[in-house]
């Protein structure tokens, strides 16, 4: 691995543990050969073939270059060459045919990069062009076997070293040395991304795999040129003892090449924390670690040393993070030489004297600078933090609050009356959804919109809400942390209001009910949004519509796939719809995440004004997924103008600070949605869009190398076999515990059996006994009856009886008066005539006492026709009062039967 002082450089980015260095390499016979009749010696290769070359639009690029072999080795064109290569830098590369006639050449100085096949073992291939040209052929062989491979691309590294042996070592014996450091994360799928910042604290997870991207520049002319680095070390604490340092065991690759400033170089390397485990970084927490590489540079006896202090924070292995956060990590040193052999030595010697550090100051500007000639690819994200004295809009800013005028409230009142069917939306109902939902229909609108009703809330959602609010919860912490962090300008969610503690609930139940995606940053501002207008239970029912019905959780699943090609949509459709812009952003390697990202992971509410966030929620419940795309090519072209004037940190800053508050004016924002409405997405282009991105990331795949890819695969395996495991033994525990539950329910309905039995056998026995009764009673019953009537017949006979005797009575009273009154009478006529007879004298009359006997005779007939009377009316009496006793003796029995058997 070699550079030149000139600035072009060439990677080897050959595994040495396997292949071996270049010194191990046999030597090569070398024969002399003629150009233009000037004598030079070049190493000769007679067994290879030249397969062709091709176009490439990256001078140095292992994917393409790969990509080209794989390709051209596929056409199966190629054609047996000599390939010359010579022993003097300043010479020329030469492919020469079966005649030893030149094909093609290539001066040394022109070789960009050169690299062998990952998946072919006998194949390689290099790069030529003039540096910053524009135009790179990449040319490539195909070796009889491996071991030609290899020597053909060490003969050229030394031949390059040979070049870079004449301005080896400056006169000068100090030298000035950037060094900035990254670290990406592996996600589960074989992609490294870079770990978050939080200023110079790295966010790391633990059991991931870290790669560590240490960049070394010479920021001036005097160049100290290094030929390899022999590792990278790792100490506990602010720590300078050798015995404290710990090897890190990984393959490392050194890119060299330049930059705008000087040489510069990349050092690469691996670390697993599985078959390397670090004590002191092991739990959560924040460690302060000192961070050592050694490189030997050209001409110096002694390895130089580099330490940096760097914080990590670590982070439970499960912990989601969506905001890329991005500081320079970078410092300065002065490398000290003192000289080991005299100055008139052709092969001078230095020792190292000493390593300083020195004060630096730097810019996201510097570390693009950085990056701008090494060609990593997706490796290399421009998402920075601006300072932090810009004055941004602070999250939940705006009440939202808009009075809507009576028609607007009597069309939403009239719609809301006739949608009765959730399961089918009105037709007007999107173009309503449009103008906006008025604010106290709001909560009502959403619910339907989601398909809720009461009876869903009560009888699904508050059962799994208190539930999952029980399930002990992973991403706790991280809940808590963004308590503080969601909408801290809106006074309900402040630090003590009831808002967060209803925040906390549900965040907290979601992440227990959907355990594959738990709880990511981002998720806590929708929730917000809806507490501001919901109930607990229902922000938590309508929250789960949202991740799941709208498809919303597909973006937080692990790698995040659904949001890359989210981004991936996102910049066809800007190339589609808006080139001059697409062209302005690639050319200030502008990438979509880095203002999407918090636009998508939290519907646009993050940053704008709460009254905008409400209307682009009533869009997506209405409108469904495709109000992201809409949402966010309005915003970019409303903003197409200043952004196209701007340069990569204005950008930036013009998408954190000015575009959220140009936004605070209403008529923007309606001007916002009126743009969305309008916008037209294609649901074929999508499609398309879609398959491409499929095929682009099956392409990455299949030109990774195919040892760490299954290295990848076999650890997602594990990682998701764990996952599952853990899942398992938690439906094991729950099935357990719900056994040993339902084992006292049974014995306790068991029990509840045994006593219904016997109170069964005695409800029988009581029956059979309230049946006896019953028929006891039913004769007896029966018997009063027809007492009763026997009774009533006698007495209805009696009656008869005393009313035949008084009419007796009477007939009897009636002769005798009429008797008496006869005889009276005669006694009357008998008196006159007694008195004519003895000519009025006084006699006593016997005739008189008669008459007072037939009086009292006729008073005792009276009186006992009184007395007949009397014991008709009490034999009336007594058949009444009978009659009662029967009717209220029947309906007690009745009664007691009727209980007895409900019982």
């Known amino acids: 691995v070699s550079t030149q002082s000139t600035g072009y450089y060439i990677t080897n980015n050959l595994s040495m543990a396997s292949e071996g260095s270049i010194e191990n390499v046999p030597e090569i016979t070398t024969s002399p050969a003629k150009q233009d009749g000037i004598g030079e010696q070049f190493t000769m290769f007679d067994n290879v073939n030249y397969m062709g070359r091709a176009v490439i639009g990256a001078s140095v690029s292992n994917v393409e270059a790969n990509a080209i072999i794989q390709e051209l080795h596929d056409f199966n064109t190629e054609s047996k060459v000599t390939l010359a290569i010579p022993h003097d830098p300043e010479g020329f590369v030469k492919i020469l045919d079966e005649k030893k006639e030149e094909l093609h050449s290539d001066p040394v100085k022109a070789i960009l990069y050169c690299t062998k096949s990952a998946k072919l073992p006998n194949c390689f291939a290099f790069t030529s062009g003039k540096k910053g040209g524009g135009m790179y052929y990449c040319h490539a062989f195909k070796c009889k076997d491996k071991e030609i491979c290899m020597r053909v691309l060490n003969c050229m590294a030394t031949t390059f070293n040979r070049g870079l042996k004449k301005t080896s070592i400056s006169d000068t014996l100090q030298y000035d040395f950037d060094l900035s450091l990254e670290i990406l994360e592996e996600d589960g799928t074989g992609t490294a991304v870079p770990v978050p910042q939080d200023k110079d604290t790295f966010k790391m997870r633990e059991g991931k795999n870290h790669h560590i991207i240490v960049t070394v520049t010479q920021p001036n002319s005097s160049a100290l040129i290094l030929e390899r680095c022999c590792g990278v070390f790792l100490a506990p604490g602010d720590s300078s003892d050798p015995d404290n340092y710990m090897l890190l065991d990984m393959p490392l690759e050194m890119e060299m090449g330049s930059s705008s400033t000087g040489p510069l170089y990349v050092i690469k390397g691996v670390w697993d924390p599985v078959t390397q485990p670090c004590h002191w970084l092991t739990g959560e ?13 050209s001409g110096v006896l002694d390895p130089i040393r580099f330490e940096r202090k760097v914080h990590f ?9 969506f905001l890329s956060s991005r500081y320079l990590c970078q410092q300065g040193y002065i490398v000290k030489l003192k000289s080991e052999t005299s100055s008139e030595d052709k092969h001078r010697r230095f020792s190292l004297d000493c390593v300083t550090e020195k004060p630096m100051t730097s810019s996201p500007s510097r570390l693009k600078s950085l990056f701008a000639g090494i060609g990593f690819g997706d490796d290399y994200s421009d998402d920075y933090t ?28 009239t719609l809301l009356d006739n949608w009765t069917d959730y399961c089918t939306r009105p037709p007007e109902l999107v173009k309503l959804a449009r103008k906006g939902i008025p604010n106290s229909l709001r909560p009502k609108v959403w619910m339907r919109l989601g398909g809720l009703t009461d009876a869903d809330i009560t009888e699904k959602y508050i059962h799994l809400y208190d539930e999952s609010i029980l399930y002990e919860c992973p991403h706790e912490q991280v809940i808590i942390w963004d308590l503080n962090r969601t909408f801290p300008g809106n006074e309900y969610f402040k ?45 938590f029912a309508l929250f789960s519509v949202i991740m799941k019905e ?16 989210k981004f991936y949509i996102l910049e066809r459709i800007i190339e589609d719809q808006m080139p001059d812009l697409w062209e302005h952003f690639q050319d200030h390697e502008l990438n979509t995440h880095v203002y999407a990202s918090q636009w998508f992971l939290t519907l646009f509410s993050a940053k704008f004004p709460l009254g905008l966030v409400y209307r682009i929620v009533d869009m997506f419940l209405s409108e469904g997924p495709d109000t992201l795309f809409k949402v966010a090519v309005s915003l970019l072209k409303l903003s197409r103008n200043e952004l196209i004037s701007q340069d990569f940190e204005e950008m930036l800053k013009y998408f954190r600070v000015s575009l959220p508050k140009r936004f605070m004016n209403k008529k923007q924002g309606q001007k916002l949605l009126s743009t969305a409405a309008s916008v037209k997405i294609k649901p074929g282009k ?8 499929h095929q682009l990331q099956d392409e990455k795949r299949s030109l990774q190398d195919p040892i760490r890819r299954l290295e990848h695969e076999l650890k997602q395996s594990m990682e998701t076999n764990h996952r599952l495991e853990q899942e398992n033994d938690m439906l094991v525990q729950h099935l357990t ?69 008084i009419q007796e009575y009477h007939s009897m009273c009636r002769a005798l ?19 004519a007879q003895v000519g009025g004298k006084a006699i006593d009359i016997p005739s008189e006492q008669r008459l007072r006997e037939l009086e009292m005779e006729l008073a005792k007939t009276k009186l006992c026709l009184v007395e007949a009377n009397c014991k008709a009316q009490e034999y009336e009496h007594k058949c009444t009062t009978l009659t009662e006793k029967l009717k209220h003796y029947e309906t007690g029995v009745l009664n007691q039967l009727k209980a007895k058997l409900n019982r």
């Open 313 to 321: 924070k670590i982070y439970p292995e499960t912990e989601r993070f």
């Open 550 to 565: 709208y498809h919303f959780r597909d973006m937080f699943k692990k790698g995040f796939q659904m949001l890359q090609l």
């Open 686 to 693: 999508l499609a398309v869009w879609e398959a491409q991105f």
């Open 817 to 835: 008066e009429e008797r008496h009154e006869k005889e009276k009478q005669e006694l009357n006529q008998e008196v006159i005539e007694i008195k």
């Open 285 to 297: 927490g924040t460690r302060l670690v000192t961070l050592a590489i050694d490189v030997v540079a």
């Open 495 to 539: 630090e003590g209001n009831d808002g967060q503690q209803k925040l906390y609930r549900v965040c907290k139940s979601y992440a227990g009910s959907d355990q594959e995606v738990g709880y990511c940053q981002g998720l806590s501002f929708i929730v917000a949004v809806l507490l501001l207008h919901l109930e607990e239970e229902k922000a």
């Open 386 to 413: 601006e300072s932090e004295d810009e004055e941004a809009l602070i999250s939940g800013t705006g009440d939202g609050v808009e009075d809507a005028s009576e028609e607007t409230l009597k069309m939403w009142n």
């Open 737 to 805: 515990q719900n056994q040993v539950n339902m084992r006292h329910q049974l014995d306790e309905l068991e029990k509840r059996n045994l006593d219904l039995k016997r109170d069964l056998t005695k409800m029988t026995s009581q029956y059979q006994e309230v049946v006896d009764n019953n028929t006891t009673l039913s004769a007896e019953i029966l018997r009063t009856k027809n007492l009763y009537h026997s009774s009533l017949i006698e007495g209805d006979n009696e009656r008869a009886r005393h009313k035949l005797t």
